[in-house]
Each structure stands twice: as C-alpha cells, then as structure tokens.
C-alpha cells in the first residue's frame, strides 16, 4: 500500500512538475505574452531549475532549450524514484533510462496537450469570452489546424478536438507500451 501511495504522489508531482516546464517551452514557441498571467506562473514555477540551465544551454530557434533539459531531468529522476520504488536496481537499469525518460517527457507533453484540448472545447462551450481562451486557442492552433483543414465543416460544430483527443490517446497508448517494454513495468 505504501508503494501505492508513494508512486501515486511521485506520478503526480513529476508529472505537474513535467508538464509545467513543457508548458513554459509551449507558451515561448507561440509566443504567448510574458505579462500574461499563466506565462509569469508557470516561469515562477520552474525559475528555479530552468534559469541555472540556460546559463550553460542557449535557446535554438525559439525553442527554449533549457526548459527542455529540464524537462529531461525531471524525467530522469522520476524514472529513477519509480525504478527504485519497484524494487528494482538503478544501475542495472541505466542503458534504457533514457529512452524511458524522453518517453515520460512524450508522455508529459501528450497529457499536456489532452488537457489544454479539453479546457479549450470547454471554455469554448461554457465560457467562450473567458480571459483564457485566447491562452488556450493560441496554444492549441497549431494542432488542431491542421485537422480543421482535414475535416468538413459541420455547421458550426467543430470536432477537431474530438479527433485530436483520440489521436492523442492513441499516442499515449502506444508511448505507455514502449515505456512498458523497456522497464517491465508502468511509468
């Protein structure tokens, strides 16, 4: 039960922790304002890694290259505290450990996106003036774009985040068995 406990809240916090470095590269790449609320959160958030990083690693191509490094540690100490907690040496585990971790940072983005979809079609239905929703809708164009392009216009109903969902769950299934795979167990 102590596992239980103890892999549930490390998945959690890793996971909060993963998504908002992620987060932080995302709202850079679109150029999210700095001002903005979410933005100065999420920066408060993750300075504490991030800004030591970027020191030594300089964005590419407004790609915040640190936040990503970051995100790649966080991974690599998540999958280490989950290898450790199943009982499993560390060290013999070390040629997979980073597939693994870039696999958790996958997995951490695809979460990510899934649930910016979901808050935008519900904000979009409930909310649509919210001061959110020029965040959210700015955050996920460039994926739900494309699939706009692709599917016919419905009256009004868009359903791009409907098959965005689903072409992201199964994603999500299929980065979960190569992680699976590799470590004989979830991550």
Do not use: C
């Not at 995302?26 to 933005?39: G, M, S």
């Not at 013999?92 to 983005?109: C, D, E, Q, R």
């Not at 692709?150 to 009256?155: A, D, H, S």
């Amino acid at each position: 039960m102590f596992g239980d406990i103890a892999r549930f809240l490390l998945n959690t916090i890793f996971t909060l922790f993963g998504a908002a470095l992620l987060l932080r590269v995302w709202l850079q790449f679109v150029r999210v304002p700095p001002y903005n609320p979410v933005t100065h959160a999420i920066q408060q958030a993750t300075n504490w890694l991030v800004l030591p990083l970027r020191r030594v690693i300089p964005g590419l191509r407004g790609i915040d290259l640190a936040s990503v490094v970051a995100a790649v540690i966080a991974a690599v100490a998540y999958v280490l505290l989950m290898v450790w907690l199943a009982g499993v040496d560390p060290l013999g585990f070390l040629p997979a450990l980073l597939i693994v971790a870039v696999l958790t940072v996958v997995k951490w983005a695809l979460n990510l996106l899934l649930w910016l979809t979901i808050l935008m079609a519900l904000l979009s239905w409930l909310n649509p003036h919210s001061a959110a929703m020029p965040v959210l809708l700015q955050l996920t164009a460039p994926f739900l774009n494309p699939i706009r392009r692709i599917l016919p216009n419905f009256g009004g109903l868009d359903l791009s985040p409907i098959l965005l969902f689903v072409v992201v769950q199964v994603l999500l299934m299929v980065v979960t068995r190569a992680a699976v795979s590799l470590t004989l167990f979830g991550i």
